[in-house]
């Protein structure tokens, strides 16, 4: 589903953040990507996003290269794709509702649709008495669960979330994790970015290290090691 | 009404309320630039109605000796008309018309009546009253004909070669007149695009890290950048209105105003007989305008 290819990035500033990163993500895979701070964990998602595009080598999505698609292609693809960022991104001046209905109403779904599968995903991530609230009007952990509403409310093909529990409590962390695990189960990839050893260890699903933009360790049931 | 339409007009009216300290920014700014589009609209048609009567007064009389044929003067008139087609208007005076003409003139006053008998007879001239539409190269043309050899034995005297130097200073400032007011009208307008573009620039820059997730979510172009650019119609649309209400009560109320400087010149009148012209100026002004700067300003946003 997901594949780097000899990957290697280096922004402008001439800052190398990988560097000949090659691995292979399947479908139904639930992927952890662990590293310290500035370890390339953020790049990585935002290749796959086709946010950045790689130096050297290739990333591909359902077997299409990330550098060759089209910009209105690349929106298509971003579709198939839910996003869970540490600081949300969330539509300050939108409602927890329109937030979710937002992304219904870009791949073009009837509004009979989205008033139907807006309040059951909300009530999934326990948001549905806070649905004409603002974002600026939930605590933390409130918003990480609308941002994860979000992500899963196209029925996307992939999960990538990006440092999700960085701005958590633990209780609201394995919260998310916990309903990072049932997407996975339901049959959704779910690539993870994190540096939290708590969650990896106790995850015991596939863990790639990555270390100064190398990959030092690729396990199916992997630990956190650094 | 097409779904996507719909959803597209909801999201523009949605952000256009919530976002109301920046949308009157906006309408202010438009309002403002607006006015001084259409002031500068008038302010041309003004000037352009002073040049015209100026240019109206630029007659020549020329004045035939006594004793000059009717024959003759036509031939005059016939050489100017045929050198001059565009020319407004000839009129044949003849001695007793410009007699007659004097009398009307000064009925009821004795000085003239005095006078006139004093001199005894007919003291006037046969003449000729030439109307130029106040094109300086007619007026040359006119000159050169009624100062040929040609005419020499027939015309006593051409009024204009008193009136030349002020004549030639009346063209010099009317066309100094228009190449400075168009100038400054440019300098106006771009100075008002200007600051209209970075004012919708900073409503739409509030929304930058907004635009961005929508990138990241997959919204499309049409779909990003369709709800600011009607945002910017929206603002136009209302800067439009005021600006109209506000130009027709500045019309009318200060048209009994100007018509006291400028006589024959009736502002009201004026904006209603240009208003097929006023009105798609405003709306360029402000929908054009507002909605344009919008599609240029997401557009720097589309790239990621």
């Not at chain 2, 004795?110 to 009253?129: C, I, Q």
């Amino acid at each position: 589903m997901i594949k780097f290819e000899n990957v290697t990035k280096i922004y402008p500033d001439n800052t190398s953040v990988l560097q000949d990163v090659s691995f292979e993500i399947n479908e139904g895979e639930f992927v952890s990507i662990v590293g310290k701070s500035g370890a390339g964990k953020t790049t990585l998602t935002k290749l796959i996003l086709g946010l950045e595009k790689p130096t050297y080598g290739s990333v591909y999505f359902q077997g299409k290269s990330m550098s060759d698609v089209d910009s209105a292609e690349l929106q298509l693809i971003r579709r198939k794709v839910g996003v869970i960022y540490q600081d949300y991104k969330l539509l300050s001046s939108r409602t927890v509702f329109e937030n979710v209905a937002y992304i219904m109403a870009v791949e073009g779904k009837e509004n009979d649709e989205i008033m139907l599968a807006v309040p059951r995903v909300l009530e999934a991530v326990g948001l549905h008495e806070k649905m004409d609230n603002f974002p600026r009007e939930l605590s933390g952990g409130e918003q990480q669960r609308l941002a994860v509403a979000r992500a899963l409310v196209n029925n996307p093909d992939v999960i990538i979330a990006d440092e999700p529990t960085g701005n958590l409590d633990p209780y609201n962390a394995y919260e998310v994790i916990g309903l990072l695990e049932k997407i996975n189960k339901a049959g959704k990839t779910v690539v993870l970015s994190t540096h939290d050893r708590g969650i990896i260890n106790k995850l015991g699903k596939r863990v790639i290290i990555i270390e100064n933009g190398k990959i030092t360790s690729d396990e199916e049931k992997g630990k956190f090691i650094i | 009404m097409n779904n996507d339409f719909k959803r597209v007009l909801n999201l523009a009216f949605t952000d256009f309320y919530r976002n109301r300290g920046t949308s009157i920014a906006a309408i202010f700014v438009l309002t403002v630039t607006t006015l001084i589009i259409t002031g500068l609209f008038v302010i041309g048609g003004t000037s352009s109605f002073l040049v015209d009567r100026l240019k109206e007064k630029i007659d020549i009389t020329a004045y035939f000796k006594d004793g000059t044929s009717d024959q003759d003067i036509m031939n005059v008139k016939d050489q100017i008309l045929k050198n001059s087609p565009d020319i407004k208007n000839v009129e044949y005076v003849s001695k007793d018309d410009a007699l007659n003409q004097f009398n009307e003139r000064h009925q009821g006053n004795d000085v003239f009546a005095r006078a006139l008998l004093e001199v005894g007879g007919n003291p006037f001239l046969p003449s000729l009253n030439i109307t130029t539409s106040g094109d300086q190269k007619e007026y040359q043309q006119i000159s050169d004909i009624l100062q040929s050899d040609q005419f020499s034995d027939l015309i006593q005297k051409v009024d204009f070669s008193e009136k030349k130097d002020t004549i030639e200073k009346v063209f010099s400032i009317t066309s100094s007149i228009t190449k400075f007011g168009v100038a400054l009208g440019i300098l106006l307008v771009l100075i008002a695009v200007a600051v209209v573009f970075n004012t919708i620039k900073l409503v739409i820059d509030n929304s930058k890290d907004e635009i961005t997730t929508m990138r990241i979510v997959g919204a499309s172009n049409w779909f990003l950048r369709a709800p600011f650019i009607l945002q910017g119609a929206i603002f136009g649309a209302i800067a439009f209105m005021i600006s109209f209400l506000l130009a027709f009560l500045f019309s009318y109320s200060l048209s009994v105003g100007i018509s006291v400087v400028l006589p024959g010149f009736n502002l009201s009148y004026y904006f209603a007989s240009h208003l097929w012209l006023i009105i798609p100026i405003q709306l360029l002004c402000s929908i054009g305008l507002g909605a344009g700067s919008s599609y240029f300003v997401v557009k720097k946003y589309l790239e990621i």
